[in-house]
């Protein structure tokens, strides 16, 4: 059968693809790791990992064996929180966020500094990733809490509202509506409004107060990143709705653009931080929730 050791390995290969960094990662020695990984095969009568000068790659069985072998290591570290505290909702030990890039930068700047002092001994490490990678890899034990624009409904997941961030209208600092304080949605009748993302729960906002409106709303640009929207707006290409939390961050020290909120039908993403049922960190997490949640009141 194989050892745990050598399940830690082989992940640590296939998230690296390389068994170099993967040691390093391990904290063990290049020829440790590749004698381990071979005699995981020679265990199995299987190869699992393809070796080339220019690559690594994992085979198919690799890929299947290493799916199941995230599964077995999460529920093992499970099992270690449980005999190691005495208390389910001590704050130390590690945290793993899974975040997606419109959310992990400009949530984190804000909540971390309060969340390091309340809780010194929680060793934080975050990882950015495309949303619809992230239940899987909340699942499978490679993040602890993920932290989303929209809550995940999931029988297996439990979750807590961080904020309602309102999106702030963001136009040229020459352009008519920037005179304002807060912009009527009425105003918007003929503009150009460049959508941040696709994802069903705030583009259909989006799309619903374009049309009401009479709004143009541009359908070329799914997947843009918030700071190329940005840039598109300072050139004249149109308006932009954007996240509250990305304006204070990175909107409000711009001199060519300004921001504006909505006087009323704003749209809102409904900041969620996510975490498994089955977790013994229960207490933990809605803590750190609380904290992040506290931290974020200010700007809802």
Not at 24 to 37: F, G
Not at 83 to 92: H, I
Not at 204 to 232: F, H, K, N, P, W
Request: hydrophobic residues 45%; glycine residues 4%; neutral net charge.
């Amino acid at each position: 059968m194989p050892r745990l050791q050598q399940l830690r390995y082989l992940v640590a290969i296939a998230d690296t693809l390389s068994f170099s960094r993967a040691a390093e990662n391990c904290h063990v020695t290049q020829p440790t790791l590749s004698m381990q990984i071979k005699e995981l095969e020679d265990r199995l009568d299987m190869q699992l990992v393809e070796r080339t000068r220019a690559r690594v790659i994992l085979t198919p069985i690799g890929e299947a064996v290493v799916d199941r072998a995230r599964n077995i290591l999460a529920e093992i570290e499970d099992i270690r929180e449980i005999v190691r505290r005495e208390r389910a909702d001590v704050l130390q030990g590690p945290l793993r966020i899974g975040v997606v890039q419109t959310v992990g930068a400009y949530v984190l700047s804000l909540a971390m500094p309060p969340l390091r002092k309340a809780m010194p001994d929680l060793r934080v490490t975050v990882r950015e990733d495309r949303l619809e990678n992230l239940p899987q890899k909340l699942s499978d034990g490679t993040h602890d809490v993920l932290l989303l624009p929209n809550a995940l409904e999931h029988p297996d997941y439990t979750s807590a509202r961080l904020m309602t961030e309102p999106l702030h209208l963001v136009v040229p600092a020459d352009h008519p509506l920037a005179k304002a304080e807060r912009v009527a949605p009425e105003n918007l009748c003929g503009e150009t409004i460049l959508a941040m993302d696709r994802s069903d729960q705030l583009h259909s906002q989006i799309a619903a107060l374009c049309r009401e409106v009479g709004a143009i709303d541009v359908q070329d640009y799914s997947g843009t990143t918030l700071d190329t929207l940005r840039q598109m707006v300072a050139i004249g290409m149109g308006l932009a709705l954007l996240p509250a939390l990305y304006v204070r961050s990175d909107v409000l020290r711009e001199s060519v653009i300004v921001a504006r909120p909505l006087v009323s039908k704003a749209p809102v993403r409904e900041l969620t931080m996510v975490w498994r049922k089955s977790s013994p960190r229960q207490a933990v997490y809605r803590r750190i929730a609380d904290s992040i949640a506290a931290s974020l009141a200010p700007w809802e």
